[in-house]
């Protein structure tokens, strides 16, 4: 029981350090906007600008977590 707190804890404090604004409902909608326009194929200038050189350069890897990542970082950060 202990050890499943501790990892929750820093699975909790973890997310947070990384996206402080994980927690405010504005980026929420932000986050979700960006994933309802990315299926319609019109993704937003903010997302666009987020995106590191690398991920376009290697835009063969382009599995689940790396876009979560990417849009996560457009909208939390």
Same mark, same amino acid.
């Given at each position: *029981?202990?050890?499943?707190?501790?990892?929750?804890?820093?699975?909790?404090?973890?997310?947070?350090?990384?996206?402080?604004?994980?927690?405010?409902?504005?980026?929420? =909608?932000?986050?979700?906007?960006?994933?309802? =326009? @990315?299926?319609?194929? =019109?993704? @937003?200038?903010?997302?666009?600008?987020? /995106?590191?050189? @690398?991920?376009?350069?290697? @835009?063969?890897? =382009?599995? *689940?977590?790396?876009?979560?990542? /990417? /849009?996560?970082?457009?909208?939390?950060?």
């Amino acid at each position: *029981m202990k050890s499943l707190l501790f990892l929750f804890s820093g699975i909790f404090i973890g997310l947070y350090i990384s996206w402080p604004g994980i927690l405010i409902s504005k980026n929420w =909608k932000c986050f979700n906007e960006i994933i309802e =326009k @990315s299926a319609d194929d =019109k993704i @937003s200038i903010k997302a666009v600008l987020e /995106v590191s050189p @690398s991920y376009l350069i290697n @835009s063969k890897n =382009k599995n *689940m977590t790396s876009k979560i990542r /990417v /849009v996560a970082d457009a909208c939390f950060r």
